[in-house]
């Protein structure tokens, strides 16, 4: 039986507040039912395996359907068949051409119409009785070939009001050659005022199924399955055990109290002395001082950050000029380059390699620098997992943050939800703004066993390595001369945007979003003649690719107050490292 028959079987007892204690299948109950009332005497206290008790046909006739149940006392099975009361209504009404109800009252008053009458009736509903006997055959068939092979029945008991019709019964002992058993009452079961009513006494066939359901919540059963939901049990329990939990809530209650009182009594015995208000008011007078020192503290540090912001805007119209310069130019020389042989030096590149496959090249289509607010709006969800599954950052650690730098925590969804809100209005601080910059491209690097690789790994193995890498030449503007410089970024940033150590150009987790499959596609220098004869093939192998990297444009200005921000050890390392040209691996 399914979870949803079960609740939509319970919910009307439920809204009027019945609580349902047993559930059982209309099979199960029947066998309850025989087995405490006319098997009792039959059944002996243990079974003898080499002479068990014979087997027992129960044929409980429904309005859809029959349920055969077989048990020999100790065991039971059971199968459903969709022949009922039902289907000989319709026969007559099929047979004897008249309406439904009519054909049901000649059903339920058989017994009182006249011999035509009656013979028309059998006549009508014979197929029925054959469908029925060829069900039983069938049921008997595959139990005694497949369940129990040595089984003996010796005979059929017939339940339902459908039993009562003329000739069934007869008919089915001549044709499965099994004694049926039609019972008129129940032994076990007492109460004068109603075994002997006439309307039990008329019904007494159909009342095996909530007898012995019956019987189960009694505990009188042999069979105790329950198919009441675990849930309603547990939430059945839980109001049980209210009263107690609201007893043991109030003891508790009641502890606390005397445990308040005690404690209020010892703090009302100790009373205040003047000295002790004295004192009082000596605290107070010092705590008002060291406020109003505080304030004007505050008020000479909100004035020297309005100096200092005025002296960096100053600066930044000299500096800031540079940042995008430096930034094409860092991404432009980390883009690979076909070395030329000695002898094609004063050639073009498609002459001396004219196999574009073999050229060191990569094509940029485009380029889009996108302001955000923060660098966390953009390093989460699928670029966090990218950036976790590149070269890089496997080696920085799997799942570990890009270096010098805490890892994001995980997006929930009240996180998603308040970035998704318009924030129009709303000031953004500069310090943790910044640009997620998107490069689009592809390259023909795909034969196999190119040297540097394929696909997405020639991109990471020269690209994305060198943004990691490579350092490049800066001029600063406080003393006209040119520097080295990293590119990536490897300084800490607290929750304010100060950034502490080397922060280089300000780029951070360059990783490939996107990585298309290798396919063919026509030669774009299909046609195009060379000088040393090679023949272009008419298709080339492509990949595509999206590569991703937070920038935060950073001045010169800027690289000098993280590196005095850093730790004594640490910026003098930065500081030395600057100075020789050197270059650390990225962590």
């Known amino acids: 039986m399914k979870r949803d028959q079960v609740f939509k079987a319970i919910k009307p007892f439920e809204e009027v507040g019945i609580a349902v204690e047993y559930i059982q299948l209309a099979p199960l109950a029947i066998f309850n039912c025989i087995r405490y009332d006319l098997l009792e005497r039959e059944v002996p206290a243990e079974i003898d395996p080499d002479n068990p008790p014979a087997w027992k046909v129960i044929l409980s006739v429904g309005t859809d359907t029959t349920d055969v149940v077989l048990t020999n006392g100790f065991r039971v099975w059971q199968r459903s068949v969709p022949l009922g009361g039902n ?34 009736l059998f006549k009508a509903m014979r197929p029925v009785y054959g469908d029925m006997v060829t069900e039983v055959q069938t049921s008997l068939r595959f139990f005694t070939m497949n369940v129990e092979k040595s089984a003996e029945v010796d005979k059929i008991i017939a339940l339902g009001n459908a039993m009562k019709l003329p000739g069934l019964r007869k008919f089915l002992e001549q044709n499965l050659e099994i004694p049926v058993l039609q019972i008129d009452g129940y032994d076990r079961l007492a109460g004068p005022s109603v075994v002997a009513n006439p309307a039990f006494k008329d019904n007494v066939l159909a009342f095996s199924t909530c007898y012995g359901l019956a019987l189960q919540g009694l505990k009188q059963s042999v069979l105790k399955t329950n198919l009441i939901p675990q849930e309603v049990h547990r939430d059945r329990m839980i109001e049980e055990k209210k009263p107690w939990a609201l007893a043991g809530a109030a003891a508790l209650l009641l502890g606390f109290t005397i445990n308040y009182g005690g404690e209020f009594m010892a703090w009302f015995g100790s009373r205040v002395t003047d000295e002790w208000k004295a004192k009082g008011g000596e605290a107070t007078t010092m705590k008002t001082t060291v406020d109003k020192f505080n304030e004007e503290r505050a008020a000479a540090e909100k004035a020297l950050e309005e100096v200092d912001k005025k002296g960096r805007n100053l600066v ?52 889009v620098a996108t302001p955000m607010k923060q660098y966390d709006q953009w390093f989460k ?20 943050a890009p270096a010098g730098e805490e890892p994001p925590a995980e997006e929930t969804p009240e996180d998603a939800a308040a970035a998704a809100e318009d924030d129009e209005g709303v000031e953004v601080n500069p310090a943790l703004a910044g640009y997620k910059i998107e490069i689009k491209g592809h390259h023909f690097h795909n034969e196999q066993g190119s040297p540097g690789g394929t696909g997405a790994a020639y991109v990471d193995d020269t690209l994305v390595k060198s943004l990691l890498e490579r350092e ?3 001029f600063s503007p406080a003393d006209g001369k040119t520097k080295k410089v990293r590119i990536i970024d490897l300084s800490t940033m607290d929750a304010e945007g100060k950034r502490a150590g080397d ?7 360059p990783v490939l979003t996107y990585k298309s499959e290798t396919r063919s596609v026509a030669n774009p220098a299909l046609g195009k003649e060379n000088t040393l004869g090679f023949k272009q093939p008419d298709t080339i192998r492509r990949f595509d690719f999206t590569l991703e990297f937070w920038w935060k444009p950073t001045t010169e200005s800027d690289r000098q107050r993280a590196i005095a921000a850093a730790p004594p050890a640490e910026a003098d390392a930065t500081a030395t490292a600057s100075l020789n040209g050197t270059t650390n691996e990225v962590q």
Do not use: Y
Not at 108 to 115: D, E, H
Not at 322 to 346: M, Q, S, Y
Not at 503 to 509: K, S, V
């Open 87 to 120: 289907h000989f209504t319709k026969a007559i009404t099929k047979t004897l051409k008249t309406t439904f109800s009519k054909a049901e009252h000649l059903k339920r008053n058989a017994q009182s119409i006249g011999p035509d009458d009656a013979k028309a």
């Open 381 to 400: 969800k699928d670029v966090k997992r990218a950036w976790e599954l590149s070269p890089a950052g496997v080696r920085a650690g799997a799942g570990a």
């Open 503 to 509: 922060a280089g150009l300000g780029i951070r987790n």
């Open 316 to 367: 930044q119209s000299v500096e800031g000029r540079l940042l995008w310069p430096e930034l094409l130019r860092a991404v432009n020389e980390c883009l690979p380059r076909t070395p030329l042989p000695p002898e094609f030096k004063d050639q073009t590149i498609e002459s001396a390699v004219p196999d574009i496959s073999k050229r060191n090249d990569l094509h940029i289509t485009s380029f």
């Open 472 to 474: 490049i030449e800066v």
